[in-house]
């Protein structure tokens, strides 16, 4: 019984898919573009200086009056690292029939993290003065992080790969001079591997086990999956004037199900539901002089909706919170060739109460800048950079409740990251 009970908490410990990677809340992405990535995505869902707007908000394609291309990527360098803690392994003792515990120091676990290309490719053409249709093919969700092989508390952190893949078809409508309106659908392709081990030295600390403990050391999850799930946006501008306007935008996000190979414990399963949450924006850009225009945005995620995930038959609780950020920024524009930006970001943790080495996630402060060179009047390059710094995460983890070990006590994680993104535009 005591077998059962330490093996299913071991994977509902494991199925932890999130870290601190994500570079926002929860494993969400901001990485559509390097323009928006040069001023922390402040403005980004009205701002439209390029076809990119078209993945935040649909009816801002209508801003356009000549057809724009926009091609770019991002690099996210991520610094993710166990500044201290203590693992407590079981030990089992045959001669007196009880649970005991060793415990090893894993503070100064690093490059936990990596380094994740995120491209992007938009397209928006106006049909006429009322009607526009517009492509996006970029990334909303995503995470990277893997732990050594010698990591002691591998039940506990593994390797972790999850990347998805937004497809959008959108088409705008000018109501009049002020209004516009649009809406959209997204094909979501998502794919993801994930793995957990009981480490070898923790199954000969076990005996009554036997071989069942070898037998999953590799893979108390082992999970290699992908699947398609269908999602929609809408959005709506609102102009006062040529300097002054306002975007409102929401992401209504699928269940995807990823089918493939899923093993928890002893349990298999052929599929995954993976729960993705609806995003709204409210964004703001004034020109307040020839030179210079500020902007803003407020963002709100439904992280709520990742309440638990199930991998094959056992299910884990996460209880997450809605969160989101708010950001704001300023556009400088120089002359004819160059235009400066920069922006600041308060991004909000997506975990509460429940927390994980696995899932790093804290608030997070952006700190960004870049720059428009304009090639001539139809083409540019745009360069964003971002420096984000997470904050210290102090906690103690165990497999459940009932099991005092394996645990982590004491355990402070820190996720910090640089950001760069380059990109090309062109209107024809």
């Not at 497809?167 to 009049?176: E, I, V």
């Not at 923790?202 to 037998?215: E, K, M, S, V």
């Not at 089918?259 to 399963?269: C, I, P, R, W, Y």
């Not at 409210?282 to 407020?298: I, N, V």
């Amino acid at each position: 019984m005591f077998k059962k009970r330490l093996l299913s908490c071991a994977v509902l410990t494991a199925l932890s898919v999130t870290s601190a990677q994500t570079m926002a809340a929860g494993f969400q992405l901001n990485s559509q573009s390097a323009t928006g990535l040069g001023r922390a995505f402040a403005g980004d869902a009205v701002i439209a200086d390029n076809a990119s707007v078209a993945a935040r908000n649909p009816a801002a394609m209508a801003l356009f009056k000549e057809a724009n291309f926009s091609i770019g990527f991002n690099v996210i360098e991520a610094d993710v690292r166990v500044k201290s803690g203590t693992y407590n392994q079981p030990v089992f003792n045959i001669s007196d029939p009880s649970l005991g515990f060793e415990s090893y120091d894993i503070s100064g676990t690093n490059d936990i993290g990596g380094t994740s290309f995120v491209p992007n490719v938009h397209l928006v053409m106006p049909l006429n003065d009322k009607w526009a249709w517009g492509l996006s093919a970029y990334s909303n969700f995503g995470t990277t992080t893997e732990f050594k092989d010698d990591f002691a508390a591998s039940i506990f952190g593994g390797k972790t790969s999850v990347m998805s893949m937004n497809l959008g078809a959108s088409l705008s409508y000018r109501l009049n001079e002020q209004w516009s309106i649009g809406a959209g659908l997204d094909i979501i392709y998502g794919m993801g591997e994930l793995s957990r081990d009981f480490d070898a030295q923790g199954c000969a600390n076990l005996p009554f086990i036997g071989t069942q403990c070898q037998d999953i050391k590799a893979n108390v999850v082992d999970v290699d999956a992908s699947g398609v799930g269908l999602g929609w946006n809408a959005g709506l501008v609102y102009e006062m004037n040529e300097n002054h306007r306002f975007g409102l935008s929401y992401r209504y996000s699928p269940t995807v199900k990823a089918e493939g190979d899923v093993k928890g414990g002893l349990s298999t399963a052929n599929s995954m539901d993976l729960p993705l949450p609806d995003m709204a924006e409210f964004s703001g850009y004034h020109r307040l002089s020839d030179k210079f225009a500020a902007h803003y945005s407020l963002q709100w995620v439904e992280w709520s909706a990742f309440d638990s995930l199930q991998i094959a038959g056992i299910n884990k609780e996460y209880a997450w919170k809605d969160a989101g950020h708010v950001s704001v920024g300023g556009t400088y524009y120089l002359n004819n060739d160059w235009t400066l930006r920069a922006g600041y970001m308060y991004d909000i943790a997506a975990t509460d109460e429940i927390k994980s080495i696995s899932i790093p996630d804290s608030d997070r402060q952006w700190f960004s800048a870049g720059f428009t060179y304009h090639i001539d009047h139809k083409q540019n390059i745009d360069f964003g950079f971002t420096y984000l710094i997470g904050e210290d995460v102090t906690f103690d983890e165990t497999l459940n409740d009932a099991l005092p070990v394996p645990s982590i006590t004491d355990a402070t994680t820190r996720s910090d990251a640089i950001m760069v993104g380059l990109q090309y535009s062109r209107s024809f």
